[in-house]
């Protein structure tokens, strides 16, 4: 199938909105149970903010196609809106697709079959906007009954759990009087993506000439076998009732297994790594002979062949470590001559394998520990110990300690020092008291720290 014609029969995002997690669109069918149908995703890209692959169990990783014009060569997406600066900035328009496949049966008396699954991404209000990336996996089946009856379809993603059972339609003579679409995902972190029915990647089959372009997981434009699918149903078949004349020919089925496939491949070398902070958190105490010392710890996430580096912090600009699963770390010392101007934040840089640069700021702030948090269903009291890692004495040296903020629902309230530096506490009782208990509490820390635990009672 020709990627322009693909493009057409798809009829996907810029008329639809994503407010949802899970969306059906259908007249009547089996519904297919989730299932963890893709192994992982990339870091966010640094431009597009979508994830920079996804990955299926055959240990396939697929990066956004966007090579061509997004209308006759490999790839299909929308093209560039020049009025639109995230469109610019991106290099597509209101969607692409990290993959892409469809399936079309010609019926007697030419009405059609169309099987259609792709994994997207779009923007949930449609126009390319920031900060409202929205990805999905999509099975959409649209098909033209001549008889009214009882009607199986077949496909690559049909469930493994129930040993992929056909889908059963009991279906009323008419044009696409089968019209099923099934969309899962959401916007970031993407999870929802991994458990939906997209997946693994149906692939050129290896078996077949031609062999899929370098780089690609087959041409679109070039319909061809396919490998991958669920209980290795390679094919999209539609079986109706006995009697109906499906094919022209008597027969009350139809089936194809050529497939228009669209994919690349992730090219770790020539992408820009993503950076995903995890954690920069600084430490110090003072002593008794009044010097305070401490350290600067950072962990943060990249490709796994990038070179990353910190700056920004005393005495530890440089390249960070790897711990050999997904996880950068550096540490800076705080001494006497450092420790009482705690830097606020600091840059990483993460440099791919030919050169392609990402820079990011990282915030460093304290860690902060509730220690307790209890309610006293008697008195309705509530009592809230947390620590900071800023252990300055404030009182000693000048510094400026940490103030910590108690949250509970919309209520704020500020905790005191008690004891030791570091430690603080709050006691909520008699008209301060709450007589039905929240269900957590945070408490928020002015150097940036946070944390959040459930109440006990």
């Known amino acids: 199938m020709k990627l322009s014609k693909l493009k057409e029969i798809f009829d996907i995002s810029k008329r639809l909105s994503f407010a949802f997690v899970f969306v059906v669109a259908m007249m009547g069918f089996n519904m297919q149970s989730a299932q963890a149908a893709l192994a992982g995703k990339g870091l966010i890209h640094p431009i597009n903010h979508f994830p920079a692959w996804f990955s299926d169990t055959n240990g396939i990783a ?6 061509g014009d997004g209308v006759t060569g490999l790839c299909a997406f929308d093209p560039v809106d020049p009025a639109n600066q995230t469109s610019v900035a991106t290099g597509f328009g209101a969607e692409a697709f990290w993959w892409l496949g469809s399936a079309t049966l010609n019926l007697a008396g030419g009405g059609r079959g169309i099987l259609v699954l792709a994994l997207e991404a779009a923007y949930g209000a449609g126009d390319p906007a920031p900060n409202d990336q929205f990805a999905f996996g999509r099975v959409r089946l649209r098909i033209d009954i001549p008889v009214a009856g009882e009607y199986k379809v077949w496909h690559p993603f049909l469930n493994e759990v129930d040993g992929c059972q056909p889908e059963v339609f009991n279906a009323t003579a008419g044009t696409r009087a089968i019209n099923v679409t099934r969309d899962t995902g959401g916007a970031a972190p993407f999870e929802t993506m991994l458990n939906g029915e997209v997946g693994p990647f149906l692939v050129w089959d290896p078996a077949f000439a031609p062999t899929p372009p370098a780089g690609y997981v087959g041409d679109p434009n070039v319909d061809h076998e396919v490998i991958g699918g669920h209980c290795n149903i390679n094919y999209f078949r539609i079986e109706g009732p006995e009697g109906v004349d499906l094919d022209g020919s008597g027969q009350n089925f139809v089936q194809t297994s050529l497939f228009s496939i669209a994919g690349k491949l992730y090219d770790e070398a020539n992408t820009p790594p993503g950076i995903e902070p995890v954690r920069t958190t600084y430490f110090r105490r003072t002593n008794n002979n009044n010097i305070t010392t401490g350290r600067i710890n950072s962990w943060v996430k990249a490709p796994v062949t990038a070179t990353v580096r910190i700056s920004g912090l005393p005495q530890a600009n440089g390249a ?7 996880t950068f770390f550096k540490r800076a010392w705080l001494n006497s001559t450092n420790a009482l101007n705690v830097p606020d934040h600091a840059t990483i840089t993460a440099t791919s394998v030919n050169g392609l640069e990402t820079m990011q700021d ?4 304290d860690d902060v520990r509730i220690s307790q948090a209890t309610w006293n ?3 309705g009291a509530i009592k809230v110990v947390a620590f900071s890692s ?3 004495n404030a009182a000693t040296t000048g510094a400026v300690a940490p103030v910590l903020t108690l949250h509970i629902g919309s209520d704020s309230f500020t905790m005191s020092q008690v004891g030791v530096p570091g ?11 709450y007589l039905i208990p929240p269900a957590r509490v945070t408490v928020t820390s002015s150097k940036g720290g946070s944390d959040t635990e459930r109440l006990a009672d």
């Open 362 to 365: 990282v915030q460093v702030v």
């Open 320 to 326: 960070m470590a790897f711990d050999d699963i997904n």
């Open 62 to 67: 697929l990066q956004l196609c966007l090579d």
């Open 377 to 379: 269903k008697g008195t």
């Open 423 to 433: 430690r603080y506490e709050m006691l909520l009782s008699d008209s301060s008291a």
């Open 390 to 392: 800023d252990k300055v």
